[in-house]
C-alpha cells in the first residue's frame, strides 16, 4: 500500500515538474522577494484594525470601506480573486504585536491595510517592514510615522489618513480666530496618537499668541475624570483640547460640565471622537462638543453619488466613522501598483509581486485620483490630501454640522 | 535590652524601614511643596475631597463582599467584580425600558428604586448561584482551588455579558432631579455625589447592625470563628454561607447602580478596575473586617482623588493624574510589606489561616 502511494505521489510531483517546465520560469529578481501566486491561487491582502472593543467603530468602518472597494473591482485582480482577512489590532501596543507578529509570519500577504491606530503600529510596522510587506494605514494620524529619520519611520510604511501636524494646527486655528480663546488646556492618554496631537495643537497655539494652562494626562479606561478636571480647572482655561478615544473622551465631555469652573469652557476632541457612540455614550453633555476631522464636503462628487449609497446597500448603515473614504482610496492604490507590477501571466495564471517593485510603485504615486482628493506620496509615506474641517454635536442629531471653514 | 534588638532586627528590617522612611518624606515634602504654591483654591480642595469620598463609598460597599465573604470562607472572591458589574448591566435595560415609555421622569424616584432594586436582585442572584455552583463543591478543597475557581468564575460571567450584550457600553439615562448641586452651607454638592455618599454610608451602617446585632449576624460571626464548632452548636452552615453572599451580592448591586448614576455607562469590563481597588480597599482596613472595608474604602477614595494633586504635584511629577491607579495599587504592595494584617485586622493565627 505505501508504496503504491510513493509511487503515486512520484508521478505527481514528475508530472508537476513537466508541466511548470512547459510554461515560461518565472525568475524572482527583486531585492525583497516576490509573493508567487499560482494559477487558481487569491492574492491576499491582510487588515490589520480594531474591530472589537469600544474603539470597534473606527477599525469597522474603514474595513468597510476597503470591502467597498474589493466588490467594486468585483473581488477579482489579474484574474484572481482577492483575498481579504485580518487581525484585530486593539488600537492598542498589545494588539499591534499580537497582529504584527501573526501577520508577518504569513508570506501570502502583498500588503496590509492598517492599522486603525498609530499606537498598534508603531509595533508591528518593525515586523512588518522586516517581512518586507507594503503597508498603508487609513487611519494612523501620528506625525512621527513619516517623520524621515524618525526610527518610528519605517521603509514600506505609507496613509492616505492626514498627518496630524496638520489636524493639530487646524484645531488651533479654530480654538484661536473662530473661537477667539486665550487660554487653553490640554489633556492626552498616553497613546502616541494623541499625544503628539495634543503637542502640535500646543505648539501651535502657543505661536498664534495664546497660553497653554496645562498638558494632562489620563489612562485609555479611566472612569473618573474628577483629580484630573479639578486640575486643569485651577489654570482656569477656555478651552480644552483633549484629542483621544470614545471610551475615556465620553468620560470627560461628561464630566467636565459637571466640574466646577469648567461649566461654560468648550471643549474639542479630534478624529478618534468622529462617531455615534459618542453621542450615546455622552448624554446630553454632547451639546457644544467640537471635533475635527478631514472635510467630507471637499470629497469628490463619487462620495456622495455612489459610494455612500453602496456603503448603506453593503452595511445597512450610514458610515460609522471618517475613515472608510481613506481605506477606499488606499486599497485602490493598492490595487493599481500591483496590477502595474505583477509579472508572468497577468490572466490569471501563474504571476509574480515583487514586494521592492509594489513598495517603490506605491512611494511613486502622483496625482491618483482618489475619493478623498489627488493623492500624492511623499518618499516618506505620507499621500493624504488634507483638508481638516471641525464639526460640532448638539443632542439628538448625527452626523454632528460642519461649523469650520 | 539592646543586644536583644540588635538580635531581633534585621537587614531586611532595616531596608524596609528606610524605604518607608523616604516614602513618607516624600509624601510630606510633596504636599509641603503643593500648599506652598497655592494653586489649588480651599473650593477645589473641598471638590476634590466630595468625589474621593463618593468613591470611597463606592468601594466600601463592594469591599464589603469581599470582606464577608473571606471572613466566612477565608477565600478571596476574585469573581466580586463581576458581581458588581451584573446587577447594573442588567439594570441599564430596565433603566432604558423606563425611559422609553416616560415613567423615568415622571415617577423618578420610584424608577430609581425599581432598578436598585433589580440590580441588587440581580447581583444577589448570580452571587448565590456561584456559590452554590462554583464554591460549595469545593469548600474542602485546598484553598488555592476555590481562589482559581473564583478567577475562572470572574471571566465566565465577563465574557457571558460580552457575549449576551456585546462590547458596546451602554448608557443609564439621566434623571432630572439628579441634575444641579444642593449647597451643604456654602459648599456646593452635585446631587448625584450627595446622594451616593449618603445612601453608601446608610448601607454600610445597616450592614454593619446586620452582621454585629441580628441572630443570622451572630451566626455569621460565630461560622467564621470555628465552622465545626458553630455546626455543633445547630447553625446551618450552609445557609449561613449564602446569606452572607446574598449580602454581598446585593451591596455589590446598589454600588453598581451609584457608580452608574455617577458615571452614566456600563459594560462587560466595568467591574475590573472597581473590584481590583475594593480588593485594596478591604486589605487596606483589614479584611474580614467590617468596619475595616468602610475605613480602608473611605481611605482609599480619599487617597487616589487627593493624593496626585497634592503630594505628587508637588513633586513635580507631569501630569500627576495619570498616576491615580498607581497610587491605589502602590498602597497594596506597601500594606503588604508594612502592615499585611491591614489597619484594623488581628493577626490571623497560623491555624486560621
Not at chain 2, 24 to 51: C, K, M, P
Request: contains cysteine.
Amino acid at each position: 500500500m505505501s508504496k503504491q502511494l510513493f509511487a503515486l505521489f512520484a508521478l505527481l510531483i514528475l508530472a508537476t515538474t513537466v508541466f511548470s517546465a512547459c510554461a515560461p520560469a518565472l525568475e524572482c529578481t527583486d531585492a525583497l522577494g516576490c509573493v508567487t501566486v499560482n494559477e487558481g491561487d487569491p492574492v491576499h491582502f491582510a487588515y490589520a484594525m480594531v474591530i472589537a472593543g469600544p474603539d470597534a467603530t473606527l477599525g469597522i468602518d474603514s474595513r468597510n470601506g476597503a470591502e467597498i472597494a474589493i466588490a467594486d473591482k468585483g473581488g477579482k485582480i489579474l484574474g484572481h480573486d482577492i483575498k481579504f482577512d485580518g487581525e484585530d489590532d486593539q488600537c492598542s501596543a498589545e494588539g499591534g504585536q499580537a497582529a504584527g507578529t501573526k501577520l508577518a509570519a504569513d508570506p501570502s500577504v502583498v500588503a496590509v491595510i492598517g492599522t486603525s491606530c498609530s499606537s498598534a503600529l508603531r509595533v508591528a510596522m518593525p515586523l512588518w517592514s522586516k517581512a518586507g510587506f507594503t503597508v498603508i494605514s487609513a487611519s494612523n494620524t501620528a506625525p512621527d510615522l513619516t517623520l524621515a529619520g524618525n526610527e518610528n519611520n519605517h521603509p514600506g510604511y505609507l496613509r492616505t489618513a492626514h498627518n496630524d501636524n496638520v489636524q493639530g494646527k487646524a484645531a488651533a486655528q479654530f480654538a484661536w480666530e473662530v473661537l477667539g480663546v486665550k487660554k487653553a488646556a490640554t489633556i492626552h492618554d498616553g497613546s502616541i496618537y494623541a499625544q503628539q496631537l495634543q503637542q502640535v495643537f500646543a505648539d501651535e497655539f502657543k505661536v498664534l499668541g495664546g497660553e497653554i494652562t496645562a498638558q494632562e494626562s489620563i489612562a485609555p479606561d479611566q472612569t473618573d475624570m474628577s483629580g484630573v478636571l479639578t486640575s486643569i480647572a485651577a489654570g482656569a482655561p477656555e478651552f480644552i483640547y483633549h484629542p483621544i478615544f470614545i471610551q475615556a473622551g465620553t468620560q470627560l465631555v461628561r464630566q467636565t460640565k459637571e466640574t466646577p469652573g469648567l461649566e461654560n469652557v468648550k471643549s474639542m476632541g479630534a478624529d478618534g471622537m468622529f462617531s455615534p457612540d459618542v453621542m450615546e455614550g455622552s448624554g446630553d453633555a454632547v451639546q457644544g462638543f467640537y471635533v475635527s476631522s478631514p472635510d467630507f464636503s471637499k470629497f469628490g462628487n463619487d462620495y456622495e453619488k455612489n459610494f455612500k449609497p453602496t456603503y448603506l446597500e453593503m452595511f445597512g448603515s450610514e458610515p460609522v466613522s471618517i475613515f472608510h473614504a481613506h481605506a477606499y482610496d488606499a486599497f485602490n492604490m493598492l490595487y493599481a501598483c500591483v496590477e502595474k507590477v505583477a509579472q508572468g501571466d497577468k490572466n490569471g495564471g501563474n504571476m509574480l509581486i515583487g514586494r521592492q517593485a509594489l513598495r517603490d510603485c506605491m512611494y511613486g504615486t502622483r496625482s491618483f485620483n482618489g475619493l478623498t482628493g489627488s493623492l500624492t506620496c511623499s518618499a516618506t509615506g505620507d499621500c493624504a490630501d488634507p483638508n481638516i474641517a471641525v464639526y460640532e454635536y448638539s443632542v439628538g442629531q448625527y452626523p454632528p454640522v460642519k461649523v469650520w471653514p | 535590652m539592646l543586644k536583644r534588638w540588635r538580635q531581633s532586627v534585621t537587614l531586611t528590617d532595616l531596608v524596609v524601614w528606610a524605604i518607608g522612611l523616604f516614602i513618607g518624606f516624600a509624601i510630606v515634602y510633596g504636599t509641603i511643596v503643593t500648599w506652598q504654591q497655592a494653586q489649588y483654591s480651599t473650593e477645589q480642595w473641598i471638590n476634590l475631597t466630595i468625589d474621593g469620598l463618593k468613591l470611597g463609598g463606592i468601594y466600601a460597599l463592594i469591599a464589603l463582599g469581599y470582606t464577608l465573604v473571606y471572613g466566612i470562607l477565608r477565600m478571596i472572591n476574585f469573581a466580586h467584580s463581576e458581581i458588581f458589574m451584573v446587577g447594573p448591566f442588567t439594570a441599564v435595560f430596565l433603566a432604558k425600558y423606563l425611559n422609553s415609555i416616560g415613567f423615568y421622569d415622571t415617577n423618578p424616584i420610584i424608577s430609581l428604586l425599581l432598578i436598585t432594586i433589580f440590580s441588587a436582585t440581580v447581583s444577589a442572584t448570580i452571587a448565590i448561584l456561584l456559590e452554590r455552583i462554583a464554591y460549595r463543591p469545593l469548600r474542602f478543597a485546598p484553598r488555592l482551588v476555590p481562589l482559581i475557581t473564583a478567577i475562572g468564575a470572574s471571566f465566565f460571567l465577563q465574557y457571558t455579558f460580552r457575549g449576551m450584550y456585546g462590547n458596546d457600553p451602554e448608557t443609564y439615562p439621566t434623571l432630572d432631579i439628579l441634575k444641579g448641586v444642593i449647597y451643604l452651607g456654602p459648599i456646593p454638592i452635585p446631587k448625584t455625589d450627595a446622594l451616593v455618599i449618603v445612601s453608601s454610608m446608610l448601607l454600610m451602617l445597616i450592614l454593619y447592625s446586620i452582621v454585629q446585632y441580628t441572630k443570622m449576624g451572630k451566626a455569621m460571626r460565630s461560622v467564621s470563628e470555628d465552622k465545626a464548632a458553630a455546626a455543633l452548636m445547630g447553625i446551618n452552615v450552609d445557609r449561613v454561607i449564602v446569606f452572607t453572599f446574598t449580602l454581598g451580592g446585593i451591596s455589590a448591586g446598589i454600588a453598581g447602580i451609584l457608580y452608574s448614576l455617577i458615571y452614566g455607562q456600563v459594560h462587560f469590563y466595568m467591574g475590573f478596575i472597581p473590584g481590583l481597588k475594593a480588593f485594596t480597599a478591604a486589605v487596606l482596613g483589614g479584611i474580614g473586617n467590617v468596619v475595616g472595608a468602610w475605613l480602608g474604602g473611605t481611605l482609599l477614595g480619599l487617597i487616589e482623588s487627593l493624593g496626585p494633586n497634592l503630594f505628587l504635584s508637588g513633586l513635580g511629577i507631569p501630569a500627576a493624574n495619570q498616576l491615580k491607579d498607581g497610587i491605589a495599587f502602590a498602597i497594596l504592595v506597601f500594606i503588604l510589606i508594612f502592615r499585611p494584617q491591614g489597619l484594623l485586622g488581628e493577626r490571623i493565627s497560623k491555624s486560621k489561616a
